[in-house]
């Protein structure tokens, strides 16, 4: 049904006993979707609201950004009805310090160096640059530079001409056309090739491209920002990173701190993931002991919030209480080798066999994906 240039569109959607019905309806214009369903008591289930990126593509979270109730920094969904549609982003000083510096970024749109740990969430913060500034309507296109091959690198950042190459039979834009008006994030710059950071380096500093086959460069206007997990200075030194191009970038550096160096927000993220993970998999929300949270604030978090989060959503899938990860957790209490705590293969094996009967509470199922076998093979084990 067409109203207005919006379209509606609207469903009866019938469950079994007692979950009644609902009623699904949604409306989208160009650039927006809007989609709600109403139970059968009259209740508003749920409500997504949507962005589409004016290129296409899949569908973006219209986002606001300011503090959250614990004077910290969020990035919520305009909506606000769902906990798995918001970013929190933590209390500390640092954070905060971050946000103002991204104000700052998104203002005058330079070149933004994000560094950290892996799982520290870097692409989150150059996502929420792009939501801050005036490119905000524009498309975000990340780039995993790891995953870069020498022969086509080239031709897939920057574009390519008709016949410019053997299999070449069209004109391509690359990522930095396409991204025109836009921001184009550059994750793992540290692993680019070396053959291609002077390229990059005239994009940034003339804002042209020169496609593969072509004679003439063409302008662009896209705002760059880059992460890395590494220390460029040190690879600067090593001469594996160009100093040119490290100074580029850094214009303005985010450096963001692992999660056992803000250790005061892990409360805070527990409570994100829990409701987030308790509204995806329909259980009721964790709430850790205070001995629990105790141990989880203590514990180093190599993977940072990334591994926090696997540590929760993990739990709801597998229907147990979250628990720290067996092997760090003997490291954090002070075997720092990271020794076995035998070398008989039978003892190890059994001791696995009963640490995982432990996590799930006796659940043979879940003790077995923990161990990565089927359970038919874990019954065998038990009897044996």
Not at 216 to 244: C, W, Y
Not at 257 to 281: G, K, M
Not at 348 to 368: M, P, Y
Request: aromatic fraction near 8%; charge should be neutral.
């Amino acid at each position: 049904m067409l109203v207005n240039k919006f379209y509606f569109f609207y469903t009866l959607l019938a469950y079994p006993k007692p979950f009644g019905f609902h009623f699904l309806f949604a409306s989208f214009a160009p650039s927006e979707f809007c989609m709600a369903s109403i139970d059968s008591n009259s209740r508003l289930r749920s409500s997504v609201r949507a962005a589409r990126e004016p290129r296409g593509g899949a569908l973006d979270p219209i986002a606001t950004v300011g503090a959250n109730d614990r004077g910290g920094v969020a990035c919520e969904a305009e909506s606000g009805s769902e906990p798995s549609r918001n970013w929190v982003l933590g209390s500390n000083v640092a954070m905060r310090r971050i946000a103002r510096s991204i104000d700052r970024a998104a203002e005058v749109e330079c070149t933004v160096l994000i560094s950290g740990e892996t799982g520290t969430g870097k692409e989150l913060w150059a996502r929420l640059l792009h939501r801050s500034g005036p490119r905000k309507d524009k498309i975000f296109v990340p780039v995993n530079c790891a995953a870069l091959t020498p022969s086509l690198a080239e031709s897939q950042l920057f574009g390519h001409e008709k016949g410019a190459f053997t299999g070449a039979q069209g004109r391509s834009l690359g990522i930095f056309r396409a991204a025109q008006g836009g921001m184009v994030f550059l994750d793992e710059i540290g692993e680019m090739p070396a053959e291609l950071q002077p390229k990059l380096l005239r994009v940034l500093q003339q804002r042209e491209v020169l496609p593969v086959g072509a004679t003439e460069p063409v302008q662009i206007d896209v705002q760059v920002v880059a992460a890395t997990n590494r220390n460029l200075e040190t690879e600067v030194e090593n001469g594996s990173f160009r100093e040119d191009l490290y100074y580029r970038l850094n214009m303005i550096e985010l450096q963001v701190p692992s999660l056992r160096e803000r250790s005061d927000d892990i409360p805070e993220f527990i409570d994100f993931f829990s409701r987030q993970f308790a509204d995806r998999y329909r259980l009721p929300v964790w709430q850790p002991t205070a001995e629990t949270l105790a141990d989880f604030c203590a514990f180093q978090w190599p993977g940072n919030v990334r591994q926090l989060s696997h540590v929760i959503e993990q739990a709801y899938v597998l229907q147990t209480e979250p628990q720290l990860p067996v092997r760090s957790r003997t490291t954090s209490h002070g075997d720092s080798a990271g020794r076995l705590p035998c070398l008989d293969l039978e003892t190890l094996r059994q001791q696995a066999i009963k640490q995982a009967l432990e996590i799930t509470r006796g659940h043979k199922s879940r003790a077995a994906k923990l161990l990565g076998v089927h359970a038919n093979t874990l019954s065998r084990l038990l009897r044996e």
